[in-house]
Structures are given as C-alpha cells and as structure tokens.
C-alpha cells in the first residue's frame, strides 16, 4: 500500500498542472482571444530561448566568425523532396527557387534570423506551405550575414537580386517578402529602389518586420519580460553588428528612418507581444502619413513571427498571403 502513495502524488501532481495549463489557456483566451496552440507554444518558445547566449559569448561568437570563410547554405532534404527546387545565382548571391516558373506571381523571400543567422526550420516550412497554397515560384536568397555583411552591402546585394528577377521575368508580377531581419532588409531595399527609380515589386509582405535595429525606443522597455523569442541586449547587439561601420539609425540599418514616400502597398504582420512591436507602429504611422497602400495587422496577443508557428492564427495569416501572392484578395 505504501508504494501507492507517490504514484498518487504523481497523479495528484500531473492533475493540478493540466487544470493550470488549462485555466491558463482560458484566461489567455478571455484577454487576448488567441487560440490554446498559441499559449502553449509561447510556453515552449520561453524554455527554448531560456538558454540563449549572453552578450559577451555572442560577441565572441561572431568575432571568431571573421577570421573564417562564410559557409554556404543549403535546402534541407525533406524540402527537396516534396517541392520542386532549384538553386541559382542572381547578382553573386546564392538563390534557392522553389517552383521555379511556376503560378501567376513570383516571390522574392528574405529570411530572418537578427542577421546574424541563416534560414531555420520555421521559414522552409514556411516557403514549403506557401508553394503548396500558391503554385508560385519562391525565391530565397543567402544574403550576407553579419560580420561577413552589414546594412550597406546587404541592401545593395538584394537590389540588384531584385533588379536582375524583375528583368528576367518582364511583365511577371514580383512580390517582395521577409519575416524579422529579413523583413527590415525588404523594406530597406524597396526604399533603395524607389530612390533609384524602380523596378518596383507589386506589394510587401512582411512578418514582424525589424524597422529600427538601435533597439532604443522606450516603449520597448515594458514588453521585455512577455517577449519569449527576442532578448532584449542580444537583438540590441544583433543590430549593431548588421549596422556596421554606418549609424544604427541608417536607413539601410533601420528602414523606419528611411523616406517611405513612394512605395507600393504594404502588408504588415505583427504581434502586440514582441519587442518590435512599438516601433511598428511608428512605421505605421510613418507609412500613412507618406500616403502608402496600407493594410497593417496587428495579432493581440501574439508573438514576434507567429504567421511562421504551428498555431491556427498562422493558419489564417498564411491563407492571407496566399491570397495577396495570386492576386486573389
């Protein structure tokens, strides 16, 4: 009988935190009426980002970096065998293309990763739904990473990528496409091509987008402690290095201090729970004051890139851009 009694306790213990993951799920349902998948996976995102670098081993890291040669990329296996791929160069950068020709539209897609880091699970299995949905060609470039590149050779880099795809591909129509890092870099180079007078893509489409890397907005203190993803010094840090030798408030560095005026329509996806998310709406505001097409959606409750989470709010926006990439809206 004795040996019953921690198997009871285990039960009694097993009982108590479902009830608690459960009115967790609830209350997080009441205030912010996002779905249980999202609560729970903001709960796996805190303990996988628990143990992220201080900024003192990054430092070291990326510093050790710049005595090597930068490796390649490469498509995971399990991409190449449910999409048709194929791998290019356009202006020296390494290119994966995915569906190559195909659908009404194609997408250039620059991936996040604080620019320090190259593309992850979460984005191929992102260019893998989006190819299913639309039938589009998806383009997806390795663009230099800090310190191998900075703000300025990045933005010149996928300029002239998007220049040489718009030539390529006369009378296609070209949407530009990025989550985080990558998100900033598009709106960056769809201001350098505006200033150097086209070609244009048809839209943006950006997830969380990285819009000032000097992290210094002080609205951005208050969402330090929901964040699960990005910590505050290290994306600080992050920034700086892409920055390089320019001024973290370069346009190139930080597009919300760029002109705006000009560009074509724009969508926004955010999450009201992400350090980005006060100086998305700076950018908002910035974009309708400069009289740009914008549709701006903002998920309360939501976290930094969560259109790329195995939840069902990522479901519906992904359904969204599928609809804006074919020309379906």
Not at 221 to 250: K, M, N
Not at 256 to 279: A, N
Not at 297 to 309: K, Q, T
Request: net charge negative; charged share 20%; aromatic share 8%.
């Amino acid at each position: 009988m004795r040996a019953k009694k921690p198997i009871r306790i285990l039960i009694a213990a097993a009982v108590a935190l479902a009830v608690l993951a459960g009115c967790a799920a609830a209350l997080s349902f009441i205030v912010y009426g996002r779905s249980p998948q999202a609560t729970a996976y903001e709960i796996i995102l805190r303990f996988r980002h628990a143990d992220d670098r201080t900024p003192e081993e990054e430092t070291a890291r990326l510093e050790t970096k710049r005595g090597t040669a930068e490796a390649p990329s490469a498509l995971p296996a399990w991409l190449k065998a449910r999409v048709e791929t194929a791998e290019a160069e356009y202006a020296g950068l390494q290119t994966f293309v995915l569906n190559p020709g195909g659908g009404s539209a194609t997408v250039v897609y620059l991936h996040g990763g604080a620019y320090v880091n190259g593309f992850n699970a979460h984005q191929w299995r992102l260019l893998n739904k989006l190819s299913d949905k639309t039938g589009c060609e998806i383009l997806a470039p390795a663009y230099h990473l800090a310190p191998y590149g900075d703000c300025v050779r990045g933005c010149e880099d996928v300029t002239a990528l998007f220049c040489a795809v718009a030539e390529a591909r006369p009378g296609r129509r070209i949407i530009l496409m990025g989550d985080s890092a990558g998100g900033g870099l598009a709106m960056a180079v769809a201001e350098n091509l505006v200033a150097r007078g086209g070609p244009l893509p048809e839209r943006l489409i950006l997830y969380s987008p990285w819009m000032d890397v000097s992290m210094d907005n002080p609205d951005i203190e208050a969402l330090i402690p929901v964040d699960p993803i990005l910590h505050f010094d290290l994306t600080q840090l992050h920034g700086r290095y892409w920055a390089g030798d320019s001024d973290v408030h370069d346009w190139r560095a930080s597009p919300l201090f760029g002109e705006m005026t000009g560009l074509p329509p724009v969508t926004i996806y955010c999450g009201t729970r992400e350090l980005l998310y006060p100086d998305l709406l700076l950018t908002r505001d910035k974009l309708e004051a400069a009289g740009v097409d914008l549709d701006f959606r903002a998920r309360r409750g939501m976290n930094h890139d969560y259109p790329l989470m195995p939840i069902p709010e990522a479901g519906a926006a992904l359904a969204e851009t599928a609809s804006l990439i074919t020309g379906d809206t």
